[in-house]
């Protein structure tokens, strides 16, 4: 049975407004299957074109679970599967999955996307995204988050999947007409911060079929290089009583122990690096994880009660991230790097990472720690540096640049 939305009044407008041009039908309620989704926002990305998706072979309709798969269902369809395994570590690809004729209709189609993708963040190494262009009045994509049960209108975008028909030689693309930016982003498939899941779907409307031979969904898709690996918990840190006494600036090197920097000889200063040394045993081939926090409640912003981590604007982000949830969940920073550096010592001296940075500004800043003000949340950051090999380094030290304030509130002396 085709059902209505009717969870919100802002959807119920919506549909109002747009019943001429598809109208707001919602998914059926599919029979789960063993993983289904949940979403994360993401910063907004440059738009950019959408490429033509390469040719794919058909579908199965049962599958393998250690093979990483988008699942699609139209109306009342069996769900199809696509192996990603081709796709893996690439962004904004999109993906062609055929579907049979047979489940479509004239009128408004429905088309609900799945994974059983592990992901461990968002729009990472772990993860399966979903992208959407932005728009003024959204009324054709939807998104569940209780496993398909309800669904609730997006009211400012569309997702980037569309139905493509056969005639001839020629695809003929549906909706028309439209343009596909990267401009938001969710995650499908398990989301392994909060052991949730996120499906969305999309309304799709074709006037008639009886001219067209074939049918595929097309959907435009971030996908990770490790769809299905195991999420690694987070070792939780042991409490130091100094932290009631004494406020620290707190580094973590990959798998490494919390390293304690005591803040006391920096207060009142407005622009400061320190340098923190760290265990060269904790350092790895490749990208090391730097995680940095405080033990400080920060009032304000650059003022005399907070500490604050600087950053440099680029045209090439992409080895920092931000969390706003006690470091549960992770967003890249599209425009700037954390002013975060690693020096490491070798028999020819100390050389400092990552080469490609030649300089470091305060062009931005941003608490670290708890912010308490008209709201109050967590910020931490990490930031990825790479080291080519780590056999021959015998010292190792971070520098991060600092706003510290002089008059500094602890969390745990409250």
């Known amino acids: 049975m085709k ?18 041009i598809g109208g707001c039908k919602a998914p059926a309620n599919p029979d789960p299957s063993e993983n289904s989704p949940e979403p994360t926002a993401t910063p907004t990305m440059s738009p950019t074109e959408s490429p033509e998706p390469e040719p794919t072979e058909e579908p199965v309709t049962e599958w393998d679970n250690s093979i990483p798969a988008l699942m699609v269902k139209v109306n009342e369809g069996h769900w199809r599967y696509l192996d990603l395994t081709e796709y893996l570590g690439q962004d904004n690809v999109w993906v062609a999955v055929p579907v049979p004729l047979s489940d479509l209709e004239a009128g ?6 799945h994974s059983n993708a592990l992901n461990g963040g968002n729009r990472n190494s772990t993860s399966l995204d979903l992208w959407f262009t932005m728009q003024d009045i959204g009324f054709d994509s939807f998104l569940s988050t209780d496993y398909m049960l309800r669904w609730d209108g997006y009211t400012d975008r569309r997702a980037n999947i569309r139905l493509e028909l056969k005639h001839g030689d020629e695809w003929v693309a549906y909706p028309q007409g439209e343009d596909y930016k990267t401009e938001e982003s969710t995650v499908i498939g398990l989301y392994k911060p909060t052991g949730g899941y996120f499906n969305m779907s999309r309304n799709v409307t074709v006037d008639e079929l009886g001219s067209f031979t074939e049918a595929r969904v097309l959907v435009n898709l971030h ?8 999420i690694e918990e987070e070792v939780p840190e042991e409490p130091d009583p100094r932290d009631a006494t004494t406020p620290f600036f707190k580094v973590k090197v990959n798998k490494g122990k919390w390293i304690r920097y005591d803040l006391t000889p920096e207060k009142g200063k407005h622009n400061v690096w320190i340098t923190v040394p760290i265990d060269v045993k904790d350092l790895i081939d490749g990208d ?15 003022t005399d009660k907070s500490v604050n981590l600087y950053f440099t604007f680029t045209d090439t982000p ?9 470091m549960v969940t992770w967003v890249d920073y599209t425009d700037r790097y954390a002013n975060i550096k690693l020096e490491v010592k070798d028999s020819g001296g100390w050389k400092t990472l990552p080469t490609e940075e030649k300089e470091y500004r305060m062009d931005e800043s941003t608490i670290v720690g708890l912010f308490r003000g008209d709201w109050e949340s967590f910020y931490n950051m990490r930031k990825y540096i790479k080291v080519d090999s780590v056999d021959q380094i015998t010292e190792a030290r971070l520098l991060i640049h600092l706003h510290v304030g002089s008059e500094l509130t602890l969390q745990g002396a409250e």
């Open 3 to 20: 059902r209505f939305i009717s969870s919100t009044i802002v959807v119920l407008v919506i549909c109002l407004i747009a019943a001429a």
């Open 108 to 113: 408004i189609n429905n088309i609900v996307v």
């Open 223 to 230: 996908v990770g290089s490790n769809l299905l690996e195991p």
């Open 288 to 302: 090391n994880d730097i995680k940095i926090d405080t033990n400080v409640i920060s009032i304000g912003h650059l």
């Open 318 to 326: 992409g080895n920092t991230k931000l969390s706003t949830d006690g």
